[in-house]
């Protein structure tokens, strides 16, 4: 993974602009600071304050693992909307034969957001502080992000952009989490994986790719993969069409009708989960709270895997571990870990059949 040192709190910075302070520099707090920054003649200066060693990665670009790949094509991962081909070129120019439609490694789109920021540390109004932000205090002129190494930074305004919030690990070590450091993979005996999601395929990727040979059991409630990525172009929504403020039972009948229209134009549901995808937030926000609750007991978890997909190459992947025999699923809940002599045991509730 190739980081850049954070700049040096000395580095000159254009003490005379308006300054804005991001806390976090994972992949929003850096696409941000490009976006501010990417008109040298904007007036502006931005401090990002980032408690990790790498820029623009956060927890799901720091991963070294080749086989975890971006769940988006090359060609919707631009950093600039109004320039979409933006990552595809600086694949190009670092001799990456990529193609709009193929889907890269998540260790190389750090290394794009990384590279974002270089460029625009020349002019003086961007600075990086390698610290994390322990506070941050309204003052009469703007704010004020206190840092764990003592340094308190003024600003005008500040952004959080701190994402995803890390599990806690777990006190007792049985269960090692998807996104700490990567354990030490096991040669032989089984792995029980809990939950079914990108990160359980992440997980099934890396042990198989290191030589697993024992199986793998992927234990969620309902058993559900993630569908694959197919070719296909998001079904063309006008906001007008979409029914905001309806209930659940309305919004989700409306999307099946939007699968139906796709495929009848000779595409697939994924154009209409796609087509629908810039409207997400205006129909989340004027769904009834009720009906937001319900969605998230029955609904969420089949939205997921038919929004989050898998890229062809993944799930080969695993299709091939499933078919062999090597890894199954379990539908059932997790129940809790526990030691038995050198053997852990995993604990589940079973609520279904085993899925084939
Ligand atoms: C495993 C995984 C895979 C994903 N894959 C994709 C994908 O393929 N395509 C896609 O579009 N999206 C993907 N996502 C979604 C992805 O999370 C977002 O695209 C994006 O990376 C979120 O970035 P973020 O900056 O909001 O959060 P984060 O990436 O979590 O970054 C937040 C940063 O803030 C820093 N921080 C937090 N608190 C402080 C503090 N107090 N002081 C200083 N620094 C602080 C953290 O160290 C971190 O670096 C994935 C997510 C995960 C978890």
Redesign the pocket.
Known sequence: MKTIALADTSAPHAAHLPHVVI?????????LAAHLLRDPATPLRVTV????H??G???????SDPG?????RVA??SAFPDDPDHFRRWLGARGDDATGAC?VG?AT?GAYMTDLLAPLSADGRLRCLR????RLVTTRVGVAAH??DGQVIPADRAVL????VLPEPDPEGLVHG??QEAAPPPQGGRVVIIGSG??MV?QAISLLSHGHRGEIVALSRRAQLPRVHAAGAPLPISRAEVPLGAPMSFALSWLRDLAARAEAQGGTWRDAVDGVRPHLSALWRAMPVDDRARFLRHAAPWWEVHRHRLPPESAATLQRALDSGQMRQLAGSFDGASRDGAILRAHCARAGPIAS
Do not use: K, P, Q
Not at 23 to 31: E, M, N, P, R, T
Not at 57 to 63: D, E, F, K, L, R
Not at 68 to 72: K, M, P, V, Y
């Open positions: 806390i976090g520099g994972g992949a929003s707090g850096v696409l304050i980032e408690g990790r790498m820029l990665c956060g927890v799901a670009y720091s991963t975890h790949l971006l769940n988006t919707n991962m889907f998540r789109y610290a994390t932000c322990t840092l764990d952009a701190t994402g995803h998807a996104w990108l990160s992440d």
